[in-house]
T-cell receptor, first 111, second 116 residues
Framework: GAGVSQSPSNKVTEKGKDVELRCDPI?????LYWYRQRLGQGLEFLIY????????KSGLPSDRFSAERTGESVSTLTIQRTQQEDSAVYLC?????????FGPGTRLTVL | GNSVTQMEGPVTLSEEAFLTINCTYT??????LFWYVQYPGEGLQLLLK?????DKGSNKGFEATYRKETTSFHLEKGSVQVSDSAVYFC???????????????FGKGTLLTVNP
């Protein structure tokens, strides 16, 4: 079947605006993760979903970041009042057994 | 907490050269270890993995051995090709009774460029 998809692939926004990033996991994968890849800083874990609940939100950097998942499928990561330091590639992954499958990412640029 | 330290790049090699990218980790218990690769313009994909001590993961001519005594998982390839040019990430995860929900902890990545 299809892999993990993310939209948009690129997003340019102005500082202070809100953005929503979408992830469609592989069908049937109940575990879903969001990561952030900032330039020169590697990948950082943001949040983990099991089904529609998020038992681990420990990586969210501030209360401007939130995420939800509905129908054990699509997940949306929302960043409110974006700041320049939020510029990064946001990656979504879904898991089967002990392997995570990554989407192509959304490149967010905050001007 | 868990952490992964990998050799900083960039690494530049000629085709057919031997490749080693060092990776060491800090974790409690027995994590699973991974190498992910990101080719130019593409998404992150799993290259190989090992889930217990002394396991060897291998794929596409790359291999890495899970060494618990040295907490290492070094990536090697005997003869690199131009098409191996990419960023390589070492990572670990823990789950089940070990906690951490299988979330991945990554190293910072190593950029490999292979010249013809």
């Amino acid at each position: 079947g299809a892999g993990v998809s993310q939209s948009p692939s690129n997003k340019v926004t102005e500082k202070g605006k809100d953005v929503e990033l979408r992830c469609d996991p592989i069908s049937g994968h109940t575990a879903l993760y969001w990561y952030r890849q900032r330039l020169g800083q590697g990948l950082e874990f943001l949040i983990y979903f099991q089904g529609n609940s998020a038992p681990d939100k420990s990586g969210l950097p501030s209360d401007r970041f939130s995420a939800e998942r509905t129908g054990e499928s699509v997940s949306t990561l929302t960043i409110q009042r974006t700041q320049q330091e939020d510029s990064a590639v946001y990656l979504c992954a879904s898991r089967a057994n002990n392997e995570q499958f990554f989407g192509p990412g959304t490149r967010l640029t905050v001007l | 907490g868990n952490s992964v330290t990998q050799m900083e790049g960039p690494v530049t090699l000629s085709e057919e050269a031997f490749l080693t990218i060092n990776c060491t980790y800090t974790a409690t218990g027995y994590p699973s270890l991974f190498w992910y690769v990101q080719y130019p313009g593409e998404g992150l994909q799993l290259l190989l993995k090992a889930t217990k001590a002394d396991d060897k993961g291998s794929n596409k001519g790359f291999e890495a051995t899970y060494r618990k005594e040295t907490t290492s998982f070094h990536l090697e390839k005997g003869s690199v090709q131009v098409s191996d040019s990419a960023v390589y990430f070492c990572a670990l995860s823990q789950g089940g009774s070990g906690g951490s929900n299988y979330k991945l902890t990554f190293g910072k990545g190593t950029l490999l460029t292979v010249n013809p």
